[in-house]
């Protein structure tokens, strides 16, 4: 039981690893909590500091949620360890200790823990998210339609009922913190000019208008 604690308890600390905001600090020297849309992620970075940087901090989110699988698998007890380790790396990535409790989504800490039980079915519900973004402006709405098709391709993959819970749990939670995000979030979208979706669409082409 005490193990299995301690497991749950290092996935917390593998998911609450701050790297948007390390490496936007590093680079920039801003907080990314107040740049960009006000999300602890890797989009915000590619947004404020770049693309390079924002899939670096892409990969570094996606590997703490593998590396907290690999530590419930080698060390936890049952499949419950497992789970709840990988909830514990959603919740540190949405409520480090070390911002004030203010992080993320967890989206990329949550595939890459995924990634190791289901490989298939997260690497399809990936294509299905990029080809929905080629179709759809609106990321989040992209990403409705990708975390629809991941149980979905899960149970074709095999899994059972008590995954495919696990899985609507995880997306469940990464549902609630985008509604908690939304107030702050807000506010700091309308200071730094973020545009989202159609909107966004709209604007670009004006620019390309205005400019022509």
Sequence with gaps: MWTDLLVIAAGYLLGSIPFAYLVTR?????????????NVGSRNVMYVV????GFLVLFLDAAKGAAAYWVARRFGSSDMA????????????????WLGWRGGKGLAAA???????????????GAVFLVARFFIPDFNLAFTVAGVALPILTFLEGNNLQGLLFIVLFLGI????????????????????????LDHVRERRNQHARRG
């Design 174 to 197: 990464a549902g609630l913190k985008k509604v908690i995000d939304l107030p702050h979030e807000r506010a700091i979208r309308a200071k730094s000019g973020w545009i989202e979706g």
């Design 50 to 53: 770049g693309r390079g940087p």
């Design 111 to 125: 595939a890459g823990f995924l990634l190791q039980m289901w490989p298939y079915s997260v690497l399809g519900a």
């Design 82 to 97: 497992l789970y709840l380790t990988g909830f514990a790396v959603m919740f540190g990535h949405g409520f480090p200790v």
């Design 26 to 38: 590093a680079l920039t020297g801003k907080d990314i909590r107040y740049e960009g849309e006000g």
